[in-house]
């Protein structure tokens, strides 16, 4: 079946650097654009980048460009998140997510989040 | 950027009731609305896709209407397991974009 694990959370320190990955399994990684998304503690989703499926195209939402970036490997059929410059407000839980296909934009399977706090 | 907007933030219903959650987008999105559930601690779920695709698995008691900037999620027959906080995402450009959530809670 279809399973994304994600891993790498933990508390930081504000202007420091956190690598995110996300395994998946279960289907044609390659096939597949992916997602991350995360959430603030008690408020709402928040969708914060997208890589193709052959890594060649990416999108990121404004509040991470700059700081944030998305990879993949599919070799090893893992995503990455590379975040810098961390600050308070980066502090969540975040997912990676399946696109459909690769062009869709919407998540069809979702890991079950790894958490982020970025706290002095 | 497009903006999503939900209505109501919150409302609490009774098992056995009809729920309607309205969905607005700031521009003409066409048919590029999603619905999600998530339940506490747990990851969202895809219930509705191009708003009214429902998602292999969901019960038929969950529908999704409307298209340009009007939607709605409707659930006929409310059960326990449904009881949660429901998210609409437009897919229509980037950055994508989700509504704030409606939370649907037992009366």
């Known amino acids: 079946q279809v399973q994304l694990v994600e891993s790498g959370g933990g508390v930081v320190q504000p202007g420091r650097s956190l690598r995110l990955s996300c395994a998946v399994s279960?289907?044609?990684?390659?096939?597949?654009?992916v997602h991350w998304v995360r959430q603030a503690p008690g408020k709402g989703l928040e969708w914060v980048a997208v890589?193709?499926?052959?890594?060649?195209?990416?999108n990121y939402a404004d509040s991470v460009k700059g700081r944030f970036t998305i990879s993949r490997d599919n070799s090893k059929n893992t995503l990455y998140l590379q975040m810098s410059s961390l600050r308070p407000e980066d502090t969540a839980v975040y997912y990676c997510?399946?696109?459909?296909?690769?062009?869709?934009?919407?998540?069809?399977?979702w890991g079950q989040g790894t958490l982020v706090t970025v706290s002095s | 950027d497009i903006q999503m907007t939900q209505s109501p933030s919150s409302l609490s219903a009774s098992v056995g009731d009809r729920v309607t959650i309205t969905c607005r987008a700031s521009q003409n999105i066409s048919t590029y609305l999603n619905w999600y559930q998530q339940k506490p601690g747990k990851a969202p779920k895809l219930l509705i896709s191009t708003a009214s695709s429902l998602q292999s698995g969901v019960p038929s008691r969950f529908s999704g209407s409307g298209s340009e900037a009007d939607f709605t999620l409707t659930l006929r027959s409310l059960q326990p397991e449904d009881f949660a906080t429901y998210y609409c995402?437009?897919?229509?450009?980037?950055?994508?974009?989700f509504g704030g959530g409606t939370k649907v809670e037992i009366k």
């Open positions: 279960g289907f044609t990684f390659s096939n597949h654009a």
């Open positions: 997510a399946r696109d459909r296909t690769g062009t869709t934009l919407f998540f069809d399977y």
């Open positions: 890589i193709s499926y052959d890594g060649s195209d990416k």
């Open positions: 995402q437009q897919s229509y450009s980037f950055p994508l974009s």
